[in-house]
Structure formats: C-alpha cells, structure tokens
C-alpha cells in the first residue's frame, strides 16, 4: 500500500491530551521511570485521558499515590483547561497529610506546566517532575491506571451519553479501586488495605521502640 500511495481509511476522530507549550518551563524528570516508593506521599504520578460521548470528548484526570497505587484525585471536565488538573491536584491535597519533598510527575502537557499549576505545587511544597512528550513509559504508571480505567469502566460500560454519566461512572470505580479491587503489584490486596498496613506497621515499630 506504501509504495502505491495507498492510505486506509481511520474510523473516528483522534483526540490529544498533551498540548505542549515549548514557551513553558520544564523541571526535570526526577523519576527517571522508576515507579517505586517505600511510603504514602513519596511520589505521586498524574495523566489525563478521554472518553467519547454522544456530546463530544470529556476528559478525566487522575493522580496516584505510586506507594499502593491509590487514585487520590481525580476530576472529570469538558475542557482541557488547567482548571482540570488543578481540581484534581486540590482533591488530593485535602484528602492527604504531610505532602512536604513529595515529587509529582507527569508528562509535559500545558496544563501541568502552567502557572497555576505549578504556584500550587510550589505552596505545598511539592516537587514537580516531568517526562518527555509521547512517551507512554516516562509516565508508565498513571498509563497503567488510565488503561485499567478504560478497560473496566468505559469499554465495558459504555456507549456514553454526557458528562454526568461519566462522572458518576468514575466516582463508583475509584471508591471500588481504592477499596476493593486486588491489585498483584501489592501483593493481590486493595491499595486502601496496603496503605492502612504500612500505618500499622509503623505504630507497632514506634511501640517496640
């Protein structure tokens, strides 16, 4: 087909979530794709991905805890505006303690890089980090969730009408991933379970002590 000229013909429209602002500062990648932590708030990861409805695209930003691969914010919008990630960013801020040296990775969409964004991790002394563009394995983890999300929710569910099906869809599936669903990398127990025996473990620790 190449060498006639040949070209097949795509079925639906192609959708990207990272729009890259080359004007925009760039931290460095301090993760270097190793996804791995000894603690809650060590490292958290953060992608956004797409679901197609009979209104048009909506996106969903998710941020994971890397240490028990808890989602710990997440937003659902119609835009692709950094009010998107943001609301994510403060949904996991109230939900979590002690955020000071953590690094937040993610690739290097406008949204992440903005201004906004970027004053707020600094607030909460937060360390930015970022992987290069199109490159699935420098943010390999949040992909991972992305991909299980896709496969458990919106292919299965779907086709999807609006918005507020996709919202109500992804807050009954992040309650069940966080709390119920087996995950191997942990050792086939539910991110909430793994995250309560590390606080456990730590109490024993200190009364020994």
Not at 9 to 34: H, Q, S, Y
Not at 72 to 96: F, I, K, P
Request: aromatic content about 12%; glycine content about 6%; charged content about 25%.
């Amino acid at each position: 087909m190449k060498r006639l000229g040949i070209q097949g013909v795509m079925r639906g429209a192609k959708c990207w979530t990272t729009i890259v602002d080359d004007a925009l500062m760039r931290p460095f990648d301090l993760v270097n794709r190793e996804f791995t932590a000894t603690r809650p708030n060590q490292l958290w990861v953060a992608d956004i991905t797409f679901v197609a409805t009979w209104s048009g695209f909506v996106y969903v930003a998710f941020i994971i805890d890397v240490f028990a691969r808890r989602i710990v914010g997440w937003r659902v919008s119609r835009s692709l505006h950094t009010d998107l990630v943001l609301d994510a960013l403060e949904q996991a801020l109230w939900s979590r303690t002690g955020t000071d040296g953590l690094v937040h990775h993610s690739d290097r969409g406008s949204q992440y890089l903005s201004i906004r964004y970027t004053e707020r991790l600094a607030e909460a002394q937060i360390n930015a980090s970022v992987g290069s563009v199109g490159d699935s394995y420098d943010n390999a983890l949040a992909e991972t969730i992305n991909g299980l999300y896709k496969t458990e929710v919106i292919r299965r569910r779907g086709p999807w009408k609006n918005i507020e099906a996709i919202e109500y869809a992804t807050l009954e599936w992040v309650d069940w991933f966080n709390n119920r669903r087996l995950l191997e990398p942990i050792g086939d127990i539910p991110p909430a379970e793994y995250e309560t025996m590390y606080y456990r473990q730590l109490e024993e620790s200190a009364m020994v002590a």
